[in-house]
């Protein structure tokens, strides 16, 4: 794919979405580290219900480590892998305490020094809470990349640099949340809604997926 449609579109999806975010509901670091920690596969849906919950008793590191592991896996049980996300929430409060006077760190080696935070959770922290210019790749954004033609790659890791290299500067900062949606909600896995897609003459996949009959 040449930069001509690779602007064309950021540009559109700019048009459908001037201003996009992230679905997990947060009002601080510290709510948006916890939330992207419980997303591992998980919804937004399921992590959204359980922190309306949890937040209102405990939002600070210092509130969260005295719920204690149990207190923790009673709020999130009902999403998956709650026991060993219990255990790394708590660990990582205790190391904001102690290490960063109870504040999220706006570094990638700081965060990745945290239990149960990655490459991907750190890359949407130091995006969504720190306005840094980073793509997280998850499913729905290596899905899109390789699939449309943007940015193709073998692994994630492989898709990320490719979308640094060739994702316009003036898009760096929202690209990771337009792909994220219009993967979930346009270039689905199985399907994709090629017939209702703003990009589709932009796009480089072959077939497009028909409109069904109706």
Not at 86 to 101: E, F, P, S, W
Not at 115 to 127: D, M, Y
């Amino acid at each position: 794919m040449n930069a001509t449609k690779r602007r064309a579109i950021y540009e559109t999806l700019q048009s459908l979405n001037p201003h996009p975010t992230t679905e997990l509901e947060y009002t601080t670091p510290f709510e948006l580290l916890i939330a992207v920690m419980l997303s591992a596969q998980a919804t937004d849906v399921s992590v959204n219900k359980a922190m309306r919950r949890m937040f209102p008793v405990a939002s600070t590191p210092a509130a969260v480590l005295a719920l204690g592991e149990e207190g923790v896996s009673e709020y999130i049980r009902t999403i998956g892998l709650y026991r060993t996300k219990a255990k790394n929430v708590i660990a990582t409060c205790r190391i904001l305490i102690d290490q960063h006077g109870g504040d999220v760190p706006d570094d990638r080696a700081a965060l990745e020094a945290l239990p149960g935070v990655g490459r991907k959770t750190a890359n949407v922290i130091l995006n969504t809470a720190f306005g840094q210019p980073t793509i997280a790749v998850d499913t729905h954004i290596f899905r899109v990349a390789n699939r449309t033609g943007l940015a193709p790659g073998k692994d994630v890791r492989a898709v990320e640099t490719a979308l640094e290299k060739f994702t316009p500067k003036e898009f760096l900062h929202d690209a990771h949340h337009w792909l994220i949606l219009h993967g979930r909600y346009v270039c689905k896995a199985r399907v994709p809604e090629c017939w209702h897609c703003a990009i589709e003459p932009l796009c480089e996949y072959r077939p497009k997926t028909p409109a069904p009959v109706e």
